[in-house]
C-alpha cells in the first residue's frame, strides 16, 4: 500500500494548523507541525475503523501534552469528525476550540488536558477499565518529551507496567525542544529507551516522519500484549516549514500574515 | 432527629468504609483506589470483598487521580480515597483539571482531615481542604458530621452524576444521628429550633453545637442548630431564613476560618441578607502533635468556646 493519501492527509493537516493558529493569533505551531505525520497515520489508519464514537468498545485517544492540539483537531476536520469552517474560531470566545483541549461535546476529546502529566495517568485508568471489562480495543495517549519532565508520568509508567496493560499504548513526540530551550540542557531526558524500558515498558522507535515506520511500530505496538507499549517517535519540531524547523522559540507562537503565506507555500510545495 | 445520648463512637471513615461494600454489592461499576493508605481509608474493606474492583496506586496521589478519570472514562465510578493533606492536598492541580473541568464521574474521599489527626501533628492535619475544593468549579463539597452520615453522603454521592468530594475524619466521634435523619446533597438539617441564636455547623462541631445548645438552653439562651453537610452548593435558602429567624449568626468547622464554611455562609450573608456572624475555626495558623482532645481544647473547637461566642454575639 502506498502512502501518498497519507503525504496529503498530513500536507492538509500542517496547511489547516497554520490557516488556524494564524486566525488566532496565538497557539503552539511547532509541536503541532511535527506531529502531523503521526496523526495523519492515527486518523487515516491507526484509527480508521476503530475510534468512532459509536462504537461502545472503541479504541480510545487521549492528548496528554494537550498544547499540540492544533495537531489534533486539524486532523479530527480531515477525517470529518468537526466541520472544517469550525478550526477558524480556535481559541475565541464561545468556541468549543479551546486553546488547550476541553472535554466539552467535542466528539472524541474525553479529556481536558492542558496542565502536563496529567492524560497519560488517565489513559492507565481508562486502560485498567477496559481490561476489567475484557474490552479487546486499545487505549493511546499522545506526550511530549518535555512533559516527561512531570513527576507524575513516572508514576503512570510504574502503574502502567505494574497492571500489565498490553491494552495500552503511549508514543512521545520526541523532538528534542521544549517551550525554553533544548532538552536535554533544560533537565535530561535520555537515555529514554532505557529509562522506559527500565520501568517494564516495551519500547520502539520509529522516525515520526516516515509513515511506513510509523503505521508498523502502531501495528507491533497492538500486538505486544503482555504488557505495556511504548513507542519513541523521532521528530522534527516545526517539520514542513522551514524558519519553524527545530527552532524551540516557536513552541508557543503563532504565524503572522507574512509568515502564515511563506508555510502554506513550503507546505505545498514538499 | 438526633441522639445525644447514644454512646457509640465511631470514625467517618468506618461509614465510608461500609457504605461502599454495599455500594459494590448493588452495582458492579464501582470501583475503589487508594495510595497505600487503604489499611486507614478503609479502601481494604472493599478490596476484601471485591478484589478485582481494588486498584492500588502505591505512594502517588497524582497518578490515582489520572486513573480515577481514565476509570471514569471507562464508565466505572472510581471513589480514590486518601488522606485529606494528600487529597485534595497533594493532588489539587490533578483534581482541577482532570477531574473537575473534564467534569468526570469521579468520588473523592479524604480521611484524616482536620486538627483530630492528632500526634501525626501539622502535616497530616489538613485544614484547607474545603477551600480548595470549595473554589472549584463543577464539584459537590460534602462534609459528613458523624459516621452513619457518612453512609448517607457515600450513598448519595454514588447516585449523582459528576464530581464529589467527601470529607472524612479519623478519630472516633459520637454517632447522634439516626437512621431517620434525612440526608440530601445540598439541604441543610435543621436539628433543633431556637430563636436567639443559630449555629451552622459542619463534620465533628456539629455534634458539638447541639451540646452547646443545650447548655444555653439551660442558662435562657434559645440556639438553633444547622447541621450543613453540603458546603457546596451551600443551602442559601436555609442560612437567610436563618438570618431572618434569629439575631445572630455562628459557624463552627474544623478547618481554617479562611474559605471554608463560615466563609460560604459569609459570603450568602453580606449578599443577601446581611447579619451578625462569628466564625469558630482554625485562626489561620498550623495545628501540632498532640491528642484530639487537647488539641480541639487548644485551638478553640469545643462546646465551651462555641458558647462563649454565642454569647459575645448576643451582648
Aim: glycine fraction near 8%; charged fraction near 25%; charge should be neutral.
Amino acid at each position: 500500500m502506498g502512502y501518498d493519501d497519507l503525504k496529503q492527509h498530513a500536507k492538509d493537516i500542517r496547511k489547516k494548523i497554520i490557516l488556524m493558529l494564524n486566525k488566532a493569533g496565538s497557539g503552539h505551531t511547532g509541536g503541532s507541525l511535527g506531529m502531523a505525520d503521526v496523526f495523519a497515520a492515527l486518523y487515516f489508519r491507526v484509527f480508521e475503523k476503530s475510534i468512532h464514537t459509536d462504537k461502545e468498545d472503541r479504541d480510545r485517544f487521549i492528548l496528554s501534552n494537550g498544547h499540540i492540539n492544533p495537531v489534533w483537531y486539524a486532523a479530527l476536520a480531515e477525517a470529518g469528525f468537526i466541520p472544517e469552517k469550525e478550526l477558524m474560531t480556535l481559541r475565541q470566545v464561545n468556541s468549543r476550540l479551546q486553546g488547550h483541549p476541553a472535554n466539552i461535546d467535542i466528539p472524541l476529546v474525553e479529556l481536558s488536558t492542558g496542565s502536563l502529566g496529567q492524560g497519560f495517568p488517565a489513559s492507565v485508568g481508562l486502560a485498567i477499565g477496559y481490561k476489567m471489562d475484557k474490552k479487546k480495543s486499545h487505549v493511546f495517549v499522545g506526550l511530549g518529551d518535555g512533559e516527561m519532565e512531570e513527576g507524575s508520568i513516572w508514576e503512570a509508567l510504574m502503574a502502567g507496567a505494574h497492571y500489565k496493560l498490553g491494552n495500552l499504548i503511549a508514543f512521545v513526540d520526541r523532538n528534542m525542544v521544549q517551550q525554553a530551550g533544548k532538552t536535554e540542557e533544560m533537565m535530561a531526558l535520555d537515555p529514554l529507551k532505557d529509562k522506559v524500558e527500565a520501568f517494564n515498558w516495551t519500547v520502539y522507535e520509529a522516525d515520526g516522519h516516515d509513515f511506513k515506520q510509523i503505521i508498523d511500530t502502531f501495528e507491533k505496538a497492538k500486538n505486544n500484549k503482555k504488557g505495556p507499549s511504548f513507542i519513541i517517535f523521532h521528530t522534527h519540531m516545526g517539520q514542513g516549514v522551514s524558519f519553524v524547523l527545530d527552532n524551540f522559540e516557536w513552541h508557543g507562537v503563532a504565524p503572522d500574515d507574512k509568515q502564515k503565506e511563506q508555510a502554506l507555500k513550503e507546505i505545498e510545495e514538499k | 432527629m438526633y441522639n445525644l445520648k447514644n454512646e457509640k463512637k465511631l470514625a467517618t471513615r468506618d461509614g465510608f468504609g461500609k457504605a461502599l461494600i454495599r455500594l459494590g454489592e448493588k452495582n458492579k461499576n464501582i470501583v475503589a483506589l487508594s495510595a497505600s493508605v487503604g489499611d486507614s481509608t478503609r479502601a481494604y474493606e472493599f478490596r476484601e470483598k471485591f478484589p478485582d474492583r481494588y486498584i492500588e496506586a502505591g505512594i502517588a496521589e497524582q497518578n490515582m487521580i489520572g486513573m480515577a478519570a481514565g476509570l471514569a472514562l471507562a464508565g466505572k465510578i472510581p471513589f480514590p480515597s486518601s488522606f485529606a493533606t494528600f487529597l485534595p492536598g497533594r493532588c489539587y492541580d490533578h483534581i482541577r483539571q482532570s477531574v473537575c473541568y473534564s467534569n468526570l464521574n469521579v468520588k473523592l474521599v479524604s480521611t484524616h482531615a482536620g486538627l483530630t489527626v492528632g500526634p501525626d501533628g501539622a502535616t497530616h492535619q489538613m485544614m484547607e481542604d474545603i477551600a480548595m475544593m470549595r473554589a472549584t468549579p463543577n464539584i459537590k463539597v460534602i462534609v459528613p458530621a458523624d459516621a452513619l452520615e457518612a453512609e448517607k453522603a457515600i450513598e448519595a454521592v454514588a447516585e449523582m452524576k459528576g464530581p464529589a468530594y467527601v470529607r472524612l475524619g479519623r478519630e472516633k466521634t459520637p454517632v447522634f444521628t439516626t437512621e431517620e435523619t434525612p440526608f440530601e446533597i445540598g439541604k441543610a438539617v435543621h436539628l433543633r429550633k431556637g430563636k436567639d441564636i443559630t449555629i451552622i455547623a459542619c463534620g465533628l462541631m456539629v455534634y458539638y453545637s447541639l451540646l452547646a445548645a443545650e447548655s444555653l438552653e439551660k442558662e435562657g439562651i434559645s440556639a438553633a442548630v444547622i447541621n450543613m453537610h453540603t458546603i457546596k452548593p451551600i443551602d442559601r435558602e436555609a442560612i437567610i431564613k436563618a438570618a431572618k429567624q434569629t439575631k445572630a449568626i455562628v459557624t463552627a468547622e474544623e478547618h481554617q476560618v479562611n474559605g471554608g464554611l463560615g466563609g460560604a455562609v459569609a459570603e450568602v450573608l453580606s449578599q443577601e441578607y446581611p447579619a451578625r456572624l462569628k466564625i469558630i475555626g482554625m485562626e489561620d495558623r498550623f495545628g501540632e502533635s498532640g491528642n484530639a482532645k487537647d488539641l480541639l481544647e487548644k485551638y478553640g473547637l469545643t462546646e465551651k468556646r462555641i458558647i462563649k461566642e454565642v454569647k459575645k454575639l448576643l451582648q
